[in-house]
T-cell receptor, first 112, second 111 residues
Framework: DAGVIQSPRHEVTEMGQEVTLRCKPISGHDYLFWYRQTMMRGLELLIYFNNNVPIDDSGMPEDRFSAKMPNASFSTLKIQPSEPRDSAVYFC??????????FGDGTRLSIL | DAKTTQPPSMDCAEGRAANLPCNHSTISGNEYVYWYRQIHSQGPQYIIH???NNETNEMASLIITEDRKSSTLILPHATLRDTAVYYCIVRVEQTASKLTFGTGTRLQVTL
């Protein structure tokens, strides 16, 4: 079975550019989560969706970050404009309501 | 969600059992204990979870004390591929909300 698929795996871009991270959840899962991992803060939740609707975005650091889920099989996390402090590994995870979350292999983002 | 405490690092010889402890003294009655691991450069991987009974699956066993204030994850025959950071997380299963990751235990399996 295909797991959570994230793209790109690596992204290097210059400060001020727009960055779009993509996620395809496991088919049939109704929850989707975006996490960020840094050395300083560890793994932290940014936002999660249920049935394509954002439920909790309290972890989104600021207005430069936005996330959408236009359908059950696709989600994006956008940063505009990007800053060096946004450099991190971004993970997407999906789950059925009471089941464990399954994570993708992440996007390693470097903002120069 | 209750806070967990884990040792920062542990070593284990290949082929031996790895026993990873976790303290969760403030756990509530409806909170489950979850274990995830993160192998270098990969996303966290679910291992096992339980409420109060011991659990076993193809990856590991989970032993929860009777008072539920601590638990132990057991990898019965550790291999080099089990080298990873192991996270113990406590949460209410019925709520599909965030996982709160602590700093975990870095397990190093050696020859």
């Amino acid at each position: 079975d295909a797991g959570v698929i994230q793209s790109p795996r690596h992204e290097v871009t210059e400060m001020g550019q727009e960055v779009t991270l993509r996620c395809k959840p496991i088919s049939g899962h109704d929850y989707l989560f975006w996490y960020r991992q840094t050395m300083m803060r560890g793994l932290e939740l940014l936002i999660y969706f249920n049935n394509n609707v954002p439920i909790d975005d309290s972890g989104m650091p600021e207005d430069r970050f936005s996330a959408k889920m236009p359908n059950a099989s696709f989600s994006t996390l956008k940063i505009q404009p990007s800053e060096p402090r946004d450099s991190a590994v971004y993970f997407c995870a999906s789950s059925l309501r009471r089941q464990p979350q399954h994570f993708g292999d992440g996007t390693r983002l470097s903002i120069l | 969600d209750a806070k967990t405490t884990q040792p920062p690092s542990m070593d284990c010889a290949e082929g031996r059992a790895a026993n990873l402890p976790c303290n969760h003294s403030t756990i509530s009655g409806n909170e489950y204990v979850y274990w995830y691991r993160q192998i270098h450069s990969q996303g966290p991987q679910y291992i096992i979870h339980g409420l109060k009974n011991n659990e076993t699956n193809e990856m590991a066993s989970l032993i929860i004390t009777e008072d539920r204030k601590s638990s132990t994850l057991i990898l019965p025959h550790a291999t080099l591929r089990d080298t990873a950071v192991y996270y113990c997380i406590v949460r209410v299963e019925q709520t599909a909300s965030k996982l709160t990751f602590g700093t975990g235990t870095r397990l190093q399996v050696t020859l």
